[in-house]
């Protein structure tokens, strides 16, 4: 039975949401009932410093995403 938080693709079931490494990069997605945009945050190697926040786009009733 396919759960509402998991997503099916040729290799099984993975995550719908949360830091998924695909293929071709890293994959974020979220959802929230209220937001209206979102980012995520790329930390330096040492955890300390934001080296980057990069926006998710709209997927749809309340799911944000972003492939890097």
């Given at each position: 039975e396919r759960h509402h938080?998991?997503?099916?693709?040729?290799?099984?079931?993975?995550?719908?949401?949360?830091?998924?490494?695909?293929?071709?990069?890293i994959r974020f997605a979220a959802w929230s009932g209220t937001a209206e945009r979102m980012w995520v945050s790329i930390f330096d190697a040492e955890g300390k410093a934001e080296a980057d926040r990069l926006e998710l786009q709209r997927e749809g009733d309340g799911g944000f995403a972003l492939s890097v």
């Open positions: 938080l998991m997503t099916e693709g040729a290799a099984g079931y993975w995550p719908r949401f949360g830091a998924t490494v695909t293929d071709s990069g």
